[in-house]
């Protein structure tokens, strides 16, 4: 399996986090300038605070009748203060604070200005020629809290604006895409015959080139391919012609000749000339196997073909092969010639190799699956695994070029299935069995 993620998944993704990164980042820099600004106007009620105070706290000390000492200012009703205050003298001596203030927050002896301690921001004031100072607290946590809860609330859109965003942008990369994934499917979707042009109409400007490209390319393809074709049909002609014609005429000499020695002779050139003319149809076969004609545009029916070819054979050797055809048909990318030459040399394989009391069992399932199985003692194994080598037999009596797997095979490959060669046959305790399925063609 290709560990290659889509183009689709990786836009929408790196776009989404993108987008997530630089919300972050902007809600990191609007809380920085948020809390500068509130510290900014906690500040400010600090100072508004004590300069409001002040003059009140100065008129009330002046004017107690009990003395100078430290008083407690009253509160209307229970509640918490978020900004304390202590008024006090040059010494630090306590005139006035306020109900919840607590004295060791504050420092040792009053000043003027802010000033920051563990746990507070303190703010003082003096007046009366500086005999008396004021200073206003504020809990540091207070404004951390403040500053957490205006950061959640900016914080809090992005929980619904991220998955929208993913949609969205999913939704925008699938619907630019949607041309470039059709491209792709159909040329997925298509066997490995189909060399007809890929639309390029409608594909986004990036992709265009590579349409011209993969249709310039099927098309020198397809001109191979035909001119692949025609020299193998041209070949045929050219050798089969001239090789007819010598077995012709040294068979007319043999029926003239009187000597046997020289009768002999001519039966050697005649059954020489055999030979050659048998090969050569085979390595002609073989050209074309290997060549890419395996697969055609369009779907056939395989089922008529193999009860042709089973019905050729049986002509020849009559009552030595049983057939099993399906009672569907059986659809398959495999081009009808290439299938004839795969199952020629399969059946005449069996008919060659096998036992000659024996019949040779050739079957097709509904699935597709082709099984042709002929009886003869067990191959070895590593026998068995050269056989679709070219030119490579078992040792028999019998009489053959040693191609016919290797051009069964080269088909086989040729059209994306598989072989299977086997000895003992299934089911069996000898005999040999080559079986494929003939719908994985593609």
């Not at 000043?111 to 563990?118: A, I, K």
């Not at 590593?382 to 053959?400: C, E, I």
């Amino acid at each position: 399996m290709s560990n290659r993620s889509s183009l689709q998944k990786s836009l929408s993704i790196g776009l989404t986090l993108g987008v997530t990164l630089l919300w972050l980042l902007g809600v990191t820099a609007s809380g920085l300038v948020a809390q500068h600004e509130m510290n900014e106007v906690f500040d400010s009620a600090l100072e508004e605070t004590a300069q409001r105070i002040l003059p009140l706290a100065v008129t009330d000390i002046l004017n107690r009748e009990n003395g100078p000492g430290n008083q407690i200012a009253p509160a209307m009703k229970d509640h918490d203060e978020y900004l304390t205050y202590l008024v006090r003298d040059q010494q630090g001596n306590l005139l006035l604070q306020s109900h919840d203030a607590d004295p060791r927050v504050f420092g040792t002896l009053p000043r003027e200005g802010f000033s920051n301690t563990s746990t507070h921001r303190i703010y003082g004031a003096s007046a009366v020629s500086d005999t008396m100072f004021i200073e206003v607290a504020e809990p540091l946590a207070h404004r951390r809290e403040a500053a957490l809860e205006a950061g959640l609330a900016l914080l809090m859109p992005l929980v619904f604006l991220i998955p929208i965003s993913l949609l969205g942008v999913w939704w925008i990369v699938r619907l630019s895409l949607r041309k470039v994934v059709e491209f792709q499917q159909s040329i997925e979707s298509r066997g490995a015959g189909d060399l007809t042009p890929v639309a390029e109409d409608r594909l986004p400007k990036e992709f265009e080139p590579i349409a011209k490209a993969v249709n310039l390319l099927l098309e020198r393809l397809h001109r191979a391919l035909e001119a692949e074709r025609s020299f193998t049909a041209n070949s045929a002609h050219e050798l089969r012609t001239p090789l007819a014609t010598a077995l012709a005429k040294v068979q007319r000499l043999q029926a003239r000749i009187q000597g046997d020695q020289l009768k002999t002779t001519v039966t050697e050139i005649e059954e020489a000339l055999q030979s050659l003319s048998v090969l050569s149809g085979k390595l002609l076969e073989l050209a074309k196997a290997e060549g890419g004609g395996a697969l055609s545009q369009n779907q056939q029916d395989l089922v008529p073909i193999l009860a042709m070819i089973v019905d050729d054979f049986q002509r020849q050797a009559p009552g030595r092969i049983i057939l099993s055809l399906p009672e569907s048909v059986v659809n398959s990318f495999l081009d009808p010639d290439a299938f004839a030459i795969l199952m020629r040399n399969l059946i005449e394989n069996a008919l060659k190799h096998g036992s000659q009391t024996r019949p040779v069992e050739v079957s097709m399932a509904d699935d597709g699956l082709l099984r042709v199985r002929n009886g003869s003692d067990v191959v070895p194994p590593d026998q068995l695994a050269l056989l679709r080598n070219r030119f490579a037999r078992v040792k028999t009596g019998a009489s053959g070029s040693g191609l016919g797997l290797a051009i069964a095979d080269a088909i086989a490959t040729g059209a994306g299935m598989t072989l299977h060669l086997r000895s003992p046959a299934t089911g069996r305790q000898d005999g040999f069995e080559a079986e494929l399925n003939v719908v994985t063609a593609r």
